[in-house]
Structure formats: C-alpha cells, structure tokens
C-alpha cells in the first residue's frame, strides 16, 4: 500500500537551517510530481514546493531563494533543504505524490529563537 513518511523536522532558531525527507513506498515513484505541503495551526495547507518526474521545480513565493526541493528516484525519496528559516516557516509539512489521495504523518518544524 501507498506510504509517504516525511522526517527531518525539529526546533530550530531563526536563520537557521533543516534538511526533510519523505520515503515513499507503494507506487511508481519515478512517474509521478511530487510535492511539500505545509499547514500551520488555524491555516489551510499550502503548496510549498513541487518536483516533477523530469527533476523540474517550482516553488511558493514565500520560500524561492530559501528552500530547494530535489528527489533520488533510485532510493524513492523527495528532500527539502530549508535554509534562511523564519518564524512564519513553523508549521506541520508533508509530502505529496500527484494523483495519490494520502497524506502521511506529516514532521513538525518549529522556528523559534
């Protein structure tokens, strides 16, 4: 069955750096986009950023320049390095596969000094 578990999260000051891994399991990974979503509390979840099956990316305005999305389809993993973090980056993120309705766990990133 479909499995996307995210890792990585963790507290962290502001200006300061975290690396998060999603291994995904149960379906072609090699094919589909995928992606990081995130939702803080009392917010809806947001598209963070998003890496096709060709290696293209795009990312919220909110993080261009900070974070950077990439994927190993060999070991069925999509990263998020997060760089330059702020406050208004703490939030629960998740990972996405195109077309799969399944959210995982989700890690909890906390940027707080």
């Known amino acids: 069955q479909v499995q996307l578990v995210e890792s990585g999260g963790g507290l962290v000051q502001p200006g300061g750096s975290l690396r998060l891994s999603c291994a995904a399991s149960g379906f072609i990974f090699s094919m589909l986009r995928m992606s990081w979503y995130r939702q803080a509390p009392g917010q809806e979840r947001e598209l963070v950023a998003l890496?096709?099956?060709?290696?293209?990316?795009n990312y919220a305005d909110s993080v261009k320049g900070r974070f950077t999305i990439s994927r190993d389809n060999a070991a069925n993993m999509i990263y998020l390095q997060m760089n330059s973090l702020k406050p208004e980056d703490s939030a629960v993120y998740y990972c996405?596969?195109?077309?799969?309705?399944?959210w995982g766990q989700g890690t909890q990133v906390t940027v707080s000094s």
């Open positions: 996405k596969a195109q077309t799969i309705d399944y």
């Open positions: 890496v096709t099956s060709t290696g293209s990316t």
